[in-house]
């Protein structure tokens, strides 16, 4: 079963700034990745899809990079509905599997 | 609009069953398999399994195999999860997702858009 390592598992940053969070395969899956933003109490909510198109109506702020094993979400000018928990998500093989999480917090 | 709505809260007991149901609208419901993943309190999210709501088929996670039986109704747009043999570890959140419609023009994408709004159940004795 492929493997998401995701880094850092958490992390404060300050309105306006660029964050970058990345997620490692434990084996190559190509473009097969997504990432969602989770807020408390709430569903995941995709936010770029084959791990570098961005989902319709999600903001231009977010982008993803990366192919292989090595993949990267930013977001650049953080705003304060941006403070959530982010995954990504392969579905290159089975079992779909996800990251274990970055959570993004106020500083 | 696309909506997923789930069945309520439930509390069982250990080694007893639950069965969650997904109600979609909005959509045809036959055209996209639906998904389920759960959470566990503070924790990440966890994929089950597919069911094609057109033909019935089925794909479990190897971890969930002989407990758990994805059904759906396509004459009331509902998916259906059922887990067995409860452990107190299977208490979660447990949610509904729709394949996104592929960005190739077929086939599936087997990541999601949609989302339930989610099940906690919770199993204890």
């Known amino acids: 079963a492929i493997q998401l390592t995701q880094s850092p598992s958490s992390l404060s940053a300050s309105v306006g700034d660029r964050v970058t969070i990345t997620c490692r395969a434990s084996q190559g899956i190509g473009s097969d990745l997504v990432w969602y933003q989770q807020k408390p109490g709430r569903a995941p909510n995709l936010l770029i899809y084959d791990a570098s198109s961005l989902e319709s109506g999600v903001p231009s702020r977010f982008s993803g990079s990366g192919s292989g094993t090595d993949f990267t979400l930013a977001i650049t000018s953080l705003q304060p509905e941006d403070f959530a928990t982010y995954y990504c998500?392969?579905?290159?093989?089975?079992?779909?599997?996800f990251g274990g999480g970055t959570k993004v917090e106020i500083k | 609009q696309v909506q997923l709505v789930q069945s309520g809260a439930e509390v069982k007991k250990p080694g007893a069953s639950v069965k969650v149901s997904c109600k979609a609208s909005?959509?045809?419901?036959?055209?996209?398999?639906m998904h389920w993943v759960r959470q566990a309190p503070g924790q990440g999210l966890e994929w089950m399994g597919w069911?094609?709501?057109?033909?019935?088929?089925?794909h479990y996670a190897q971890k969930f195999q002989g407990r758990v039986t994805m059904t759906r109704d396509t004459s009331l747009s509902t998916a259906y999860m059922e887990l067995s043999s409860l452990r107190s570890d299977d208490t979660a959140v447990f949610y509904c997702?729709?394949?996104?419609?592929?960005?190739?023009?077929?086939?599936?994408?087997?990541?999601?858009?949609?989302w339930g709004q989610g099940n906690l159940v919770t199993v204890s004795s």
């Open positions: 997702a729709r394949d996104r419609p592929p960005s190739r023009g077929f086939g599936e994408s087997y990541y999601f858009d949609y």
């Open positions: 069911i094609n709501p057109n033909s019935g088929a089925t």
């Open positions: 998500q392969q579905f290159n093989s089975y079992p779909l599997a």
């Open positions: 909005g959509y045809t419901f036959t055209r996209y398999y």
